[in-house]
Structures are given as structure tokens and as C-alpha cells.
């Protein structure tokens, strides 16, 4: 039989799982009570960059291809949807299941409007990007300081 | 980061360079057959090459750092370790990624493997 550590063979174990319980508490602490996915965490977990001209949204979804991914996107936000499927391969039996099955629905409103003709989306190695071009208007402008 | 750090870190000892590092403890399945046990871990963002494992004595540790784009102060590392049998054949263990899905294959020593045994009539 095999098992993750932090078990009966380590007398700490249960106090250090009890330590990392209580960081999970304070991790989870700061993120969105709503949007609820696995447990109590919205899924997919993304970061939302602002890279100048363009606004980068990166997701982790492990597991998943371009098959399993849609996303809806307007100028002022994406929802991202999709079936998380994790089967137990044929012919073999369970000793721990972490992972679950989904189907998921995750919303972003976007801090400037995007030009909904230049979003892109891939996904490589469980994670998605996309990246969309703000419109013109919303792009940095650098403006020259002239001495007078 | 050594893998060693990693799975410290993941069991709660403070590393030095304690600000910079995020660990994360992926998701893992862990399944049984009559030939191997396999274990799938979720580390999006990483690619074949980054996994370090290792297997010292019956504790197997996985463990990665996932590179990240653009500047972070803070990086997220992996790591995980597990308490094995003595009955895994450690020459044979075999893992791969997969779209973000680490898979070990941990075979059996053959004399581990669950044999059928034909009942004849006497």
C-alpha cells in the first residue's frame, strides 16, 4: 500500500499537517468568496496581467486541452468554460483520489477594453493564455517632457 | 532549490530563502495494478524537463519549480513526497507530463505481483 507521508511512521506528522492546515486558512483567507470550484477556491486559479498594450490572463488547468476549454469573450471581460475529467485509468483500482471532475464556469471583467479581433488563446504544459490587445484608446501613451 | 528543500519546505521547515518561494503540495492521485502503482500529480506550468524525482531508500520525493513569465517576486515550487514499498522494482520507475499532469509509474518486483494460480482437480 502506498501513502503520502505525514502518517503514522512520523509522531510530527499530524502536528505539521495540522501547521499547513492552518497556512491554507490564512492563504485562502484573501481570495473571492464567491465564483465558489474545488472546496471553497474558484477554479480555474488565474493571474490577470496588464503588460502595456496588451492584458495577459494565464489559468492553470491541469489535465485539460483546447478540447475542453471554450471561452466567451466581449470587450469588457472573458468567461472561461469547460469539463474537468479525471477518470480512473482502465484496469486499476484507487488507493487516493485528490483530483476531482468539473464542469466549470469562471467570469473576469478586464480593467480596459480589448479588441475582441486580436485575442488569442493557447493552451501548453495545463496552462491557458490568453492575451487581447487593448483598443487603441486604452493603450500607455508616452508623452515627451520638452524643456521650456 | 534542490528537491531536498522542497519537500522541507513542504513539511513545514522554514528554508533560507524563504520569501521567494511559494510551495505548493499538487493534487495526486494514486492508483494500483497488478503489474505497478501509478501516481498523477497536477503541476500546471511545468514541462518534462523541470520535474526532479527521487527515491531514497522507500521515500519518493517529486518536486519542481514552475518557471513563471514576466517578474515575480514570489515563485511557486512543487513538491510532494511519498512513503513507498520496499516491493517496487526502483530501476523500472518511469514517469512523463502530460498537459500540466505528472505520471509516475512505479513497477512491482516480480515476485510482488499477484499471481493467478490455476486450481486443478486432484
Known amino acids: 500500500m502506498l501513502f503520502p507521508l505525514a502518517s503514522t511512521r512520523d509522531p510530527f506528522g499530524e502536528m505539521r499537517g495540522l501547521l499547513r492546515q492552518m497556512d491554507d486558512v490564512f492563504r485562502d483567507a484573501d481570495r473571492p468568496l464567491l465564483g465558489l470550484g474545488a472546496g471553497n477556491q474558484a477554479w480555474p486559479q488565474l493571474d490577470l496581467r496588464d503588460e502595456g498594450d496588451e492584458l495577459v490572463l494565464r489559468a492553470d488547468v491541469p489535465g485539460l486541452t483546447d478540447k475542453d476549454i471554450s471561452i466567451d469573450a466581449t470587450a469588457q471581460g472573458f468567461t ?46 495545463g496552462v491557458l493564455t490568453i492575451r487581447a490587445a487593448k483598443q487603441a484608446e486604452e493603450r500607455p501613451k508616452q508623452i515627451t517632457v520638452k524643456a521650456s | ?39 498523477a500529480a497536477e503541476m500546471p506550468g511545468v514541462d518534462t524537463d523541470a520535474v526532479d524525482i527521487r527515491l531514497d531508500r522507500s521515500r519518493l ?44 509509474h512505479l513497477p512491482k518486483a ?7 494460480i490455476t486450481v486443478t482437480a486432484g
Not at chain 1, 468554460?81 to 477518470?87: A, I, L
Not at chain 1, 485509468?89 to 479588441?115: C, N, W
Not at chain 2, 513569465?69 to 502530460?98: L, N
Open chain 1, 80 to 125: 472561461i468554460r469547460g469539463e474537468k475529467k479525471v477518470g480512473v485509468p482502465e484496469g486499476y483500482t484507487t488507493h487516493r483520489q485528490e483530483r476531482g471532475s468539473m464542469r466549470f464556469a469562471r467570469s473576469i471583467s478586464l480593467p480596459s477594453k480589448v479588441d475582441l479581433e486580436a485575442v488569442r488563446a493557447s493552451v501548453k504544459d
Open chain 2, 1 to 39: 532549490m534542490s528537491n531536498e528543500e522542497l519537500v522541507k519546505r513542504e513539511e513545514g521547515q522554514p528554508a533560507a530563502n524563504e520569501s521567494r518561494y511559494r510551495t505548493v503540495s499538487p493534487a495526486c492521485d494514486i492508483y494500483e495494478n497488478a503489474e505497478e502503482y501509478l501516481i
Open chain 2, 61 to 104: 520525493t517529486i518536486g519542481a519549480v514552475r518557471p513563471m513569465e514576466g517578474e515575480r517576486e514570489v515563485q511557486t515550487a512543487y513538491a510532494r513526497a511519498f512513503e513507498i514499498p520496499d516491493t517496487i522494482d526502483a530501476g523500472g520507475i518511469e514517469a512523463k507530463m502530460s498537459n500540466g499532469v505528472l505520471s509516475v
Open chain 2, 110 to 116: 516480480p515476485q510482488a505481483r499477484v499471481r493467478q
